[in-house]
């Protein structure tokens, strides 16, 4: 089923059809087969949308030390780490995801803005170019590829 999803999704050129493919692979990564784990998924996002990004790390760690090959644990709380500001944790994270999940479009995006905002335009390029093999016409991003584009043609940027 979720490759069925990522096939459509490649070819998908709608935003609406995009929002609705993108929603359903969402759906299936959220869940972890274990209802329990999915109720500590649930508190720990809850947590999020508190700010409480202490306590909904300390879910999404619990999460990861039953069932380390649950990508979206990882993933959540990479978005809780980049919440409070902590970069490096959250890069650490989202690795972790995509190593579980390699097309995990949410990680990516995650980890291009992480790059943008620490100035290191070429890999947040490269790492734009991998979504854009995912989901070809994700709306916004050719913008934010032209732009990294144009950001390193002035010079700027790590390598």
């Known amino acids: 089923m979720l490759d069925d999803l990522f096939a459509q999704l490649r070819t998908a050129t709608a935003p609406a059809e ?4 993108q929603s359903g692979i969402w759906q ?3 869940t972890s087969g274990d209802v329990a784990l999915d109720k500590e998924l649930e508190a720990g996002m809850r947590a999020m949308q508190a700010e409480d990004q202490t306590l909904a790390i300390k879910h999404f760690t619990r999460i990861i030390q039953l069932k380390p090959e649950f990508a979206e644990a990882w993933n959540k709380r990479a978005t809780a780490y980049y919440l409070r500001g902590e970069y490096r944790a959250s890069l650490l994270d989202i690795a972790e995801t995509l190593q579980r999940e390699p097309r995990h479009f949410g990680a990516l995006w995650g980890e291009a803005s992480i790059l943008r905002q620490l100035g290191d335009y070429g890999h947040a390029l490269r790492v734009l170019n991998r979504l854009s093999a995912i989901c070809p016409h994700l709306p916004g991003l050719p913008e934010q590829q032209l ?7 002035d010079g700027g940027g790590l390598e």
């Open 18 to 21: 995009i929002e609705a493919l």
């Open 28 to 30: 299936l990564w959220l």
């Open 147 to 153: 732009h990294l584009r144009e950001r390193l043609a």
